[in-house]
């Protein structure tokens, strides 16, 4: 069977709080973040950072105005000293119900 017959290969990623899209082709930044997005929040995690890079901020605008329309996202932000402006500090929507 010829290599590009074969099935693409699935690669697993731990997810921590930090996702770095570097090594992403532009096409799949979609899809990358909104599948970290979910995969944070299975795991719990809230308080998130995506690392997009700064260059002329194509990319920062494709992850913000994802993040903009996920119903997930309390709200998102530079990420200051984690980052500066190549990265978006990202708080998810807890879960957690305070009784009354």
Same mark, same amino acid.
């Given at each position: 069977?010829?290599?590009?017959?074969?099935?693409?290969?699935? #690669?697993? #990623?731990?997810?921590?709080?930090?996702?770095?899209?570097?090594?992403?082709?532009?096409?799949?930044?979609?899809?990358?973040?909104?599948?970290?997005?979910?995969?944070?929040?299975?795991?719990?995690?809230?308080?998130?950072? #995506?690392?997009?890079?700064?260059? #002329?901020?194509?990319?920062?605008?494709?992850?913000?105005?994802?993040?903009?329309?996920?119903?997930?996202?309390?709200?998102?932000?530079?990420?200051?000293?984690?980052?500066?402006?190549?990265?978006?500090?990202?708080?998810?929507?807890?879960?957690?119900?305070?009784?009354?």
């Amino acid at each position: 069977m010829a290599s590009e017959d074969r099935p693409p290969e699935i #690669i697993e #990623i731990e997810i921590t709080d930090t996702l770095d899209l570097h090594s992403f082709p532009p096409q799949q930044i979609g899809d990358v973040v909104e599948s970290f997005l979910e995969a944070a929040l299975e795991k719990g995690l809230v308080r998130l950072r #995506i690392i997009h890079g700064k260059g #002329i901020g194509v990319q920062r605008q494709r992850v913000r105005s994802l993040l903009a329309r996920h119903p997930r996202v309390e709200s998102y932000s530079d990420a200051g000293d984690a980052g500066g402006w190549g990265a978006t500090t990202v708080i998810l929507k807890s879960d957690i119900v305070a009784e009354p």
